[in-house]
């Protein structure tokens, strides 16, 4: 089975904190992406990547940043975490593209910033 | 970007009746559709993907119908049972392209 793995379930962090969520998987997949759920709004994009050390914005990147050092490593980082950052962020990761080419997720990260 | 959009934020059905889930995509060169369950507390999971040279697939106990001249997708689940009730999310992407867009989701909520 694939397997996304993301390192925490629940995270509590302070205002203006450095925030890392990590996220591993093992399908040698070319694809890894990191969204933001909350309620009302879905699943919304933050960053992908295509390939080691390739990124690419998603459609709120704000706040964000992202690093592929490896190809079964995503990492997402809050640069100064703030309170409307607080939401469930899910990663993924799928193959490069084609048909059967569904995202599997990991079991998210809850962050908390107070 | 994209918009995928539900019907209806909630769905109430009786445990045995069959459970229909709409989804609206707004891309019409979108070529590939995938229905996700997420259960509380975890992340989405893959239920059944459609190409767009389909009409109709089906799972087990589950059918996912393809409209492409409205641009509508609905997941139908059949003798809906309570480890059913989940928020459903429909997805659209482009065989070439490696962005998945989601819809809002909707919470089906199956009653004993």
């Known amino acids: 089975d694939v397997k996304v793995t993301q390192s925490s379930r629940y995270l509590v962090k302070r205002t203006g904190e450095k925030v890392f969520l990590e996220c591993v998987q093992d399908m040698d997949h070319e694809n890894m992406f990191w969204y933001r759920q909350d309620p009302g709004l879905g699943l919304r994009l933050i960053y992908f990547?295509?390939?080691?050390?390739?990124?690419e914005k998603g459609d709120i990147p704000e706040g964000y940043s992202v690093s592929r050092e490896k190809k079964e490593r995503f990492s997402l980082i809050l640069e100064s975490a703030s309170t409307n950052q607080t939401s469930m962020y899910l990663c993924?990761?799928?193959?490069?593209?084609?048909?059967?080419?569904?995202?599997?997720f990991g079991q998210g990260t809850r962050l908390t910033v107070v | 970007g994209e918009s995928v959009g539900l019907h209806l934020p909630t769905l109430s059905v009786q445990e045995g009746d069959n459970s229909i889930i709409n989804c609206a995509y707004s891309n019409s060169a979108s070529d590939y559709f995938i229905w996700y369950k997420q259960e509380s507390g975890k992340g989405p999971q893959f239920i059944i993907d459609?190409?767009?040279?389909?009409d109709k697939r089906q799972g087990q106990r589950v059918t996912v119908l393809l409209n492409k001249t409205v641009k509508h997708l609905s997941l139908q689940i059949a003798a809906t049972q309570p480890g059913d009730s989940a928020v459903y999310f429909c997805?659209?992407?482009?065989?070439?392209?490696?962005?998945?867009?989601f819809g809002t989701g909707t919470s089906l909520t199956v009653i004993p």
């Open positions: 993924a990761s799928s193959l490069l593209q084609g048909w059967g080419t569904e995202a599997f």
């Open positions: 997805a659209e992407t482009l065989n070439t392209g490696n962005q998945f867009y």
């Open positions: 459609i190409r767009s040279n389909m």
């Open positions: 990547s295509y390939d080691v050390k390739m990124k």
